[in-house]
């Protein structure tokens, strides 16, 4: 029985800590990570609109962990991880809720017009459509 114990513990330590290892966040398993190019008339939307608070640098914690522009030029987000961003772009830009009524009421110039809107969209959808494969 102890010979069999010498045997098992060790095993399940091992495989225990593969385990934690492969499905820790800080592991990317087998996806790589991808950057994506971000056109010039979309970067001048992101820059004068958005950047303020989605990037590393932001005061604002729960924008740069929402979305982290800085992630989709450097290569810090997974192929899913990016496809599933872009689809939140479009989500919270359809609601009206990017940027938030709080942060306009303090910066009214930072309103997204219709047409920053769609080309924002226009250009999520496309980059998520091809990183999907559609």
Not at 6 to 12: M, N
Not at 69 to 91: A, E
Not at 97 to 105: C, E, G, N, V, W
Not at 113 to 124: F, H, N, P, V
Request: glycine share 4%; proline share 4%.
């Amino acid at each position: 029985m102890k010979k069999r114990t010498t045997f098992i513990v060790p095993l399940i330590m091992i495989g225990f800590s593969y385990f934690l290892y492969s499905y820790s966040p800080e592991s990317k398993g087998d996806e790589i990570t991808v950057t994506i190019e971000i056109p010039t008339d979309v970067q001048s939307i992101i820059d004068n609109k958005c950047i303020t608070c989605h990037n590393t640098e932001s005061d604002s914690q729960k924008s740069k962990m929402k979305l982290n522009f800085d992630k989709f030029t450097n290569g810090k987000y997974t192929t899913s991880k990016l496809i599933s961003k872009l689809g939140k772009i479009n989500k919270q830009i359809e609601k009206g809720k990017m940027p938030t009524a709080k942060y306009l009421k303090k910066n009214p110039d930072k309103k997204l017009t219709a047409e920053e809107s769609k080309l924002l969209m226009d250009w999520a959808t496309d980059q998520r459509n091809i990183l999907a494969g559609e």
